[in-house]
């Protein structure tokens, strides 16, 4: 707010483009700015969507590192960055539960997209402070070959807590362990695996969710 001190054109009053102008009661011209109109509150579609988006993100967030590698050439192709394609994956295919209370279908979640083939029969057992990934070799009359990377990924979704390797362990090795990230009592680890190939980084499979289990102890 500011005062007017007899301008060329003097005081005026009431509302011109972005200000108005008044008098007050000691006879001073007046200047402010004019209130901006308040926003409606939120529907409730857009508040559904809002915490849907965000229970995407919060999920995405943690898994940067793996979805820069299991995502590049996808996300490339599109002009997006990984994460976005991630999420935008996710929010199209991945999100369960009511408009009130939404949730993610962890099964339908990916964080890599590609060619090679996927595997049958891989799993992912807790033992002890570990879990126990083991997989087929097995790449008869399928797209990869026993050389290529297996990435491997044990997630605590309760606190975004993350185990994961990255190009340590072969197809060929058929199995790997994993160390518990930070746990406790009744939290939920989540499991996923994908191949890369060794010799082009870019060509990787879509990636198997494993399973959950909930820590006990």
């Known amino acids: 707010m500011a005062t ?46 809002q915490t849907k988006f965000g229970a995407t993100t919060g999920f995405m967030q943690p898994l940067n590192a793996l ?51 996927r595997i049958s029969g891989a799993t992912a057992i807790k033992e002890g402070d570990n879990i126990k990934f083991s997989w087929s070799d097995s790449v008869e009359s399928a797209v990869g070959k026993v050389t290529d990377k297996v990435n491997l990924l044990v997630y605590n979704v309760t606190n975004g807590e993350i185990s994961y390797s990255m190009g340590e362990v072969l197809r060929s090795a058929k199995t790997a362990n994993l160390p518990i990230p930070y ?17 082009d980084p870019t060509l990787v499979s879509t990636s198997q969710y494993l399973g959950t289990v909930t820590v006990t102890e």
């Open 4 to 49: 007017l001190n007899l301008g060329i054109l003097g005081g005026f009053s009431g509302t011109v483009g972005t200000v108005v102008g008044s008098t007050n009661k000691k006879g001073d011209d007046i200047i402010r700015a004019r209130s901006k109109k308040r926003r409606s509150a939120n529907t409730e579609g857009q508040v559904s969507q």
């Open 67 to 117: 979805l820069k590698t299991g995502l590049k050439q996808k996300a490339s192709a599109e002009n997006m960055s990984a994460y976005n394609y991630a999420c935008r994956h996710a929010l199209k295919n991945a999100v369960a539960g009511t408009d009130a209370q939404p949730e993610l279908d962890y099964s339908k979640v990916i964080i890599s997209d590609g060619s090679l083939s």
């Open 183 to 199: 746990s406790e009592t009744n939290d939920q680890l989540l499991f996923y695996l994908f191949f890369q190939s060794a010799s």
